[in-house]
């Protein structure tokens, strides 16, 4: 698909889930395009096909499903019927079924690994992207016509143009940083530490979220009888956290969780991610777009951040395809600028929602407390309220991909 002088219609930074899934999308349209990444596909030093695993919403099954990737993704994801949401030590539990939503599933869970696999053998096998990697960008400057991109690729620098250039260098983007972009930043004081989890009793599809005084605990549903967990702690307990043995970490997460799974029996690797929020003031520069977490990164509360950056990707995509088909100039700001602020009511949305929820269950203070409790009851007894959160949970909150 190159043209071997450096001239792309589009460059895509970082072969992470939300870049990698972009090329995928891309492959068939016919675009000169370059995705570049600092790692190759297979490395373990790999840091979005990591030991983390994603709960991919309904949604984001469809946006999957209409890349032709959903047969393969489906074989190592597992579903989630039902979605467990309590407040430990406090009253009040509320439950999302799948039956009730009318979809086979709420949801899917997917070890990351899994999910980098699949795009690789896709990007591999099929071609219309030009991989190259393992490259590391280093400047992305902004022209009238063009955006030159410089990367360290084998110890040589090369430089490369495109009309547009996609960067997706996940949440420290240091491109983001070297092209000025202003960010607004929240730190929660929270840290996720993630590893898989067996128990004695089935896990049944449910998928558990449950909020305690040091921050949210997730335990999703796996294959071979396992679970994902993600267990948010104060930032000042993690070092201790991370440096228990296997069983007295068992039984530090027995305590906060309880026994309806029964006994945790083995835990695996544990690692740690900060957590915050994190938004660009524009996501466009340019001919650039900013995209995934290097635009957006939100506390894995709600498990949107990638579901989020697939509807981004979506649109994106749609757009990319009119102005392909059109003849039209693929960076041209206007045309980005039109992406921007057609995204901008579910971006807001699901911020305002992962950000609130964080903040409402952080709050030892006795009226938000019981205030809380109340709305956990009114979502169990309120089919309407139900129906909406598992509408935003599944990813249908707010724009519906067109097919
Ligand atoms: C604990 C945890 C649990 C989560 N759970 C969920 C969930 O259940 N559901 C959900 O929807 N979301 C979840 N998320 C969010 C999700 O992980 C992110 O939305 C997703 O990783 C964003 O992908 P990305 O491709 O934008 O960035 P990344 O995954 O960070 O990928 C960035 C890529 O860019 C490459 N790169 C960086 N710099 C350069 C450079 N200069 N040159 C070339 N390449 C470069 C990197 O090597 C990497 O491959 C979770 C996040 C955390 C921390």
């Known amino acids: ?195 898989n989890i067996s128990t004695d009793r089935q896990h049944n599809n449910v998928a558990y979220e449950r909020f305690t005084d040091s921050g949210p605990l997730a335990l999703l549903p796996l294959s071979a009888g396992r679970c994902a967990l993600v267990l948010s702690c104060l930032d000042e307990q993690v070092e201790a956290l991370l440096a228990l043995s296997d069983a007295e970490f068992i039984a530090h997460v027995q305590r906060r969780f309880g026994h309806r799974l029964g006994r945790f029996t083995r835990v695996g690797r544990r690692s740690s991610y900060p957590l915050q929020l994190l938004e660009t003031e524009s996501q466009q520069q340019g001919r650039v777009l900013l995209l995934g977490n290097a635009a957006r990164t939100l506390h894995p509360v709600a498990g949107q951040g990638l579901n989020l950056a697939l509807r981004d990707m979506d ?22 600028a039109e992406f921007v602020e057609a995204r901008r009511a579910d971006q807001r949305q699901v911020v305002r929602i992962t950000d609130g929820l964080v903040t409402l269950f952080s709050n030892g203070f006795a009226p938000v407390v019981a205030l809380r409790g109340a709305g956990l009851l009114a979502l169990d007894l309120l089919p309407a309220l139900r129906h909406r959160l598992a509408k935003q949970m599944m990813g249908l909150g707010g724009r519906l991909p067109r097919w």
């Open 1 to 195: 698909m190159s043209d071997n002088s450096g001239v792309y219609d589009l460059i895509l930074v970082g072969g992470g889930m939300v870049g990698a899934t972009l090329a995928c999308a891309l492959q068939q349209s016919g675009l000169n395009i370059a995705l570049l990444e600092a790692y190759p596909f297979a490395s373990t030093q790999q840091p979005s096909y990591d030991d983390r695993s994603t709960a991919l919403s309904f949604g984001s099954r469809r946006i999957y499903e209409k890349l032709g990737l959903w047969a393969e993704l489906r074989e190592g994801a597992t579903a989630i019927d039902q979605i467990h949401i309590s407040d430990r030590g406090h009253f009040g539990a509320a439950r999302l079924d799948c039956a009730e939503e009318g979809v086979d599933a709420l949801g899917y869970v997917i070890e990351n690994r899994i999910l980098g696999q699949v795009l690789a053998e896709r990007l591999e096998s099929q071609g219309g992207v030009e991989l190259i990697m393992p490259a590391q960008v280093e400047r992305v400057e902004n022209g009238a016509e063009w955006v030159s991109v410089t990367l360290q690729q084998a110890g040589e620098s090369r430089c490369l143009q495109a009309k547009l250039v996609v960067v997706a260098d996940g949440s420290e983007s240091a491109l983001r940083q070297q092209l000025g972009v202003p960010t607004e930043q929240k730190r929660y004081g929270q840290t996720a530490i993630i590893c």
């Open 315 to 336: 649109a994106l995509l749609e757009s990319l395809l009119a102005a392909a088909g059109s003849g039209a100039d693929l960076g041209a700001p206007t045309l980005l």
